[in-house]
């Protein structure tokens, strides 16, 4: 590892095998966490490359511990997170609206690692217990249209560095990552990203896949529609600016996004849009991003329709009723 540091310092770049070797150690766990730290931190020093960007990918990929859902046509709605903005659980919020509005949703996540509260932490703390039993999530799949996977159970290297990104507590390229491993292997995906470079990337990348896919970044920096300014959307054959009120919404401000900064604060905002009581700034992000997804995973579907089918999703109590009844299964 000494090697590939000094070589890394020298500010060169690694092929995609050699990226996909190097992370494949680490999933190993051949590496101490001072070298992982070390090579982690390489990477917030100077832009990933897209040739390192998928060798880390193949790496979790070949290693995950694979869940088989083929039976389903599933969608995920994951960010890379990493924006540095600690709003509260908006994609996974929007994926409980996108299973209310009759998808099948299999949410990929994981502790949080540079904000407040992670996907996991919610779910958890709602009571959700994390398994990588196949029949299990198939089962909640068929019965209330959504399972959520937590990314340490599946995949080694995840839990092999997880405390090194508590440690740190920075975006790294494991949140890059995140979204393009789920183990479940979705035929659809929305993906928020932190910048318009990583949009390009995963925007390459996903070409040479055959999955359905959206890749959102708001130009202000969120890696999910904020409805604090214009965003990017990207697709097979989508690359176009939006803005608010291309949803037919308000404009609001960062500070109406926010997350209390700990789980028990921003779990109770949860449950708050879930149950109704919801503030509009809220409201309007969630149904926004679950509109996009609505949209991706009904591709006959408007965007004028989509919106419509969040809304009657959210503030119709279809949301809750499947939140409630998947919770009920633990």
Known sequence: ???????????????????????????????????????????????????ELEGFRNALLKTAIRVDLSGFNTIDLC??????????????LSAFVV????????????????????SSNVMEYHGYKFSNDHDRLRTELDRCGITFLHAPLFN???????????????KTFFNMLGPMVNPGRPQNQVVGVFSLELARM????????????????????YDEISLT??????????DQILSPLSLGMDTFKAVELAGSGDVPGTAAIFTNVLEGRGTAAQNSVVISNAAMAIKTYFPGMSLEQAVEQAKSSLLGGKALNVFTKLISMQ
């Open 202 to 221: 995963y925007n390459y990348l996903y070409q040479k896949s055959d999955v359905n896919y959206c890749i959102i970044h708001s130009l202000d920096g």
């Open 99 to 118: 299973a209310g509005a009759g998808a099948t949703v299999a949410k990929h996540g994981n502790y949080a690692a540079s904000s407040g509260c992670g």
């Open 229 to 238: 300014g214009d965003f990017k959307v990207l697709g097979y054959k989508t």
């Open 79 to 92: 960010g890379t997170g990493g924006d540095g903005k600690d709003t509260f659980n908006i994609s996974t």
């Open 156 to 170: 080694p290297a995840m839990k092999n560095v997880a405390h090194v990104r508590r440690a740190l507590r920075i």
């Open 1 to 51: 590892m000494r090697e590939i540091l000094n070589y890394l310092f020298e500010h060169k770049r690694l092929s995609r095998q050699e990226a996909e070797d190097i992370l494949t150690e680490i999933t190993a766990g051949k590496l101490s966490d001072s070298e992982i730290a070390a090579f982690i931190t390489v990477f917030n020093m100077r832009t990933i490359s897209i040739n």
